[in-house]
Each structure stands twice: as C-alpha cells, then as structure tokens.
C-alpha cells in the first residue's frame, strides 16, 4: 500500500520584527524569516489603512519573489510556500504615524497622545505561488495621562523609537496603554486570527504551521 505523507506547508514571515516572530513562536508557529528589505519611503496612500496594506504586499511580494527565483534555482524544494508581509501604523486625529524619527518626536507624540485615542491599523499580506489575500486588522488603543517626566523617562529607555506609534503594549509602554478595542496582536504587528483567515482564503488551516510534535523515531 502506497502512503503519500503531507508535508507541512512552510511560512516565510517577510519582516524584520522580532515582535512579529515571537507571537508567531508562541502560537506554536517557527517561521522563516526573510527581510524584504524595500524602501518604504516613497510610497503613499490616501488613508492609514491603505498605506499599511500596500506597504504589507510590497514587502510580501518582494519576498515571494526571491522565494520563487530560489526554488527555479533548486536552492529551496518545491512545496507550499506562504509568504507573510506586515505593516503597522498609527493613525491619531487625522495624522499617520510610523516609527519616531527620534527622540524628540516621540516626546512630542506622546504629549499629543496622552490622555487620547488612536487607532494601530496593521497591514497583512499572505502569498502562496500567484495568489494572495489580504486585509487589514485595525485596533483602538487608549493612552493614559501621562506626565512630561514618565515620556522623558520612557523616550530614555529607546523602546517607543523602534516601534511603529511610539509605544508598546506588551513591553514597557504596556504601562501607559489603559485599553484597547480589538486584538493585541494587532497592536503588537500581526494579529493571529485574521492570518488563520487569510490561510484558510488560501486554502490552508493554521493547525498545519503548528510546529509538528517531535515524534521519537521507532
Ligand atoms: N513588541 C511590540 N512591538 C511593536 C508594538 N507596536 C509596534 N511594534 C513594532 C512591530 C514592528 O516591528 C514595528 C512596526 O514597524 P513595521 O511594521 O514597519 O515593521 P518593521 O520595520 O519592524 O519590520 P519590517 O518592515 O516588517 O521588516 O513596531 C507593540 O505594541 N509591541
């Protein structure tokens, strides 16, 4: 009797944010990681949700691009391949925030931002062979009244420099976020339920990126 074993599909995660691969991690998911590397600079969009997608497919659809050249080339086995770019921005009264350029403008953020609302919209694209699907997963988050010497103390730390909105919610900013409306994962870069929607528009189930259980030979 013939026996024809799945082999898993294989996520490629198209970012260079390690808050990205450790919710994958946790979810029991150990991605590839591929930077795409693109310029983000030069694109623009007519909302924050736009500009989030259409950075989160150009990264993807880098990616997938040299995933492709490397399988015609044999360097990587055929098999199915999915290709996940994300992209994060605040949008807050009107204006879209990325990262701080520096420490002076996160400061100055978070003096706009205290006490208000913003809304962390975050771009994803899944890629498998010539189809996609997207969408984008948006969450309202509430920032508490903080003081002119907490920012000054948490601009000092460099955490709100490096991250898209200037804040955390699952690192040391996670102090100055009184609730959200939505998921956290989309607040942190990649929100988990909409990806098992966006394998299953694919085709796939998330159960198969689940790391799969060390089985002891014999
Ligand atoms: N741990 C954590 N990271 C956050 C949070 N909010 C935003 N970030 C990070 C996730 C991403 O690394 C970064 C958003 O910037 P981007 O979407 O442009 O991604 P990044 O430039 O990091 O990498 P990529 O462009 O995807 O290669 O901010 C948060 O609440 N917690």
């Given at each position: 009797?013939?026996?024809r074993t799945q082999?898993?599909?294989r996520?490629v995660?198209?970012?260079a ?8 991690q946790a ?15 030069d ?12 950075l989160?497919?150009?990264?993807a659809?880098?990616?997938?691009d040299?995933v492709l050249?490397a399988?015609?080339a ?5 098999g199915?391949?999915?290709?996940l ?5 605040l949008?807050?009264?009107?204006e879209?925030?990325g ?5 002076s403008?996160?400061f100055?953020?978070?003096?706009r ?5 913003g809304?962390?919209?975050t771009?994803?694209c ?9 969408a984008?997963?948006?969450?309202v988050?509430?920032f508490?009244d903080?003081?002119d ?7 000092a730390?460099?955490?709100?420099l490096?991250?898209a909105g200037a804040f955390?919610?699952d690192?040391i ?5 009184e ?5 956290a ?18 085709g796939h189930?998330?159960?198969?990126l ?5 089985t002891l030979?014999?």
């Open positions: 009797m013939r026996t082999v898993p599909p996520l995660l198209a970012s944010s390690p808050a990205r691969r450790k919710l994958l979810a029991g998911i150990e991605p590839e990681v591929l930077v795409s590397g693109i310029d983000e600079s694109i623009r969009a007519a909302t924050a949700e736009d500009l989030c997608l259409e989160a497919r150009r990264k659809q880098a990616v997938a040299r050249a399988i015609v044999g360097h990587l086995p055929p199915d391949t999915l290709v770019g994300c992209d994060s921005v949008e807050f009264q009107g879209v925030y990262k701080p350029g520096d420490a403008e996160a100055k953020r978070w003096q931002m205290r006490g208000q609302w809304v962390l919209h771009g994803h899944l890629i498998k062979g010539d189809v996609r699907a997207d984008v997963a948006s969450t988050v509430h508490a903080v003081s010497e907490e920012i000054a103390a948490y601009v730390t460099g955490e709100p490096n991250v955390t919610i690192g900013g996670g102090a100055f976020v609730r959200i409306e939505g998921t994962g989309t607040v942190i870069g990649l929100s988990l339920p909409l990806l098992r929607e966006l394998l299953a528009d694919l189930s998330i159960v198969e689940w790391r799969q259980p060390q030979e014999g």
